[in-house]
């Protein structure tokens, strides 16, 4: 299953634990690419779905936010009755200092 993920993708992914803010939620992001990203969260979310979102990212000058990030859902999996995972293509964001 992964080699067919792998053929899909179009952008390198980067394995990183960041936090993931959601209106009602927060999360933190198992991989991200340049256009996408994929988040274990709680809460329920269906494919197709507009999804707004803000990401703290870290590097060696401090911390960044992507903030007002809008998304389309791609997929979602069940990881245990608290969360999920879900795949996020990013459609818009706005890099801002923390």
Known sequence: MKAKLTKKRRHHRVNTGMRVFLKSATGVTRDMSA???YFWISGT???GE???FSIELKRAGGRIMMRKCKGEVLRV???DSSRVG???R???S???PA
Do not use: D, H, K, N
Request: glycine share 4%; aromatic share 4%; net charge negative.
């Open 77 to 79: 999996e069940r990881q």
């Open 50 to 52: 507009s999804i707004s």
């Open 45 to 47: 979310y269906a494919i």
């Open 90 to 92: 990013i459609t818009e």
């Open 94 to 96: 706005t890099m801002e």
């Open 86 to 88: 879900v795949a996020v």
């Open 35 to 37: 256009l996408g990203v």
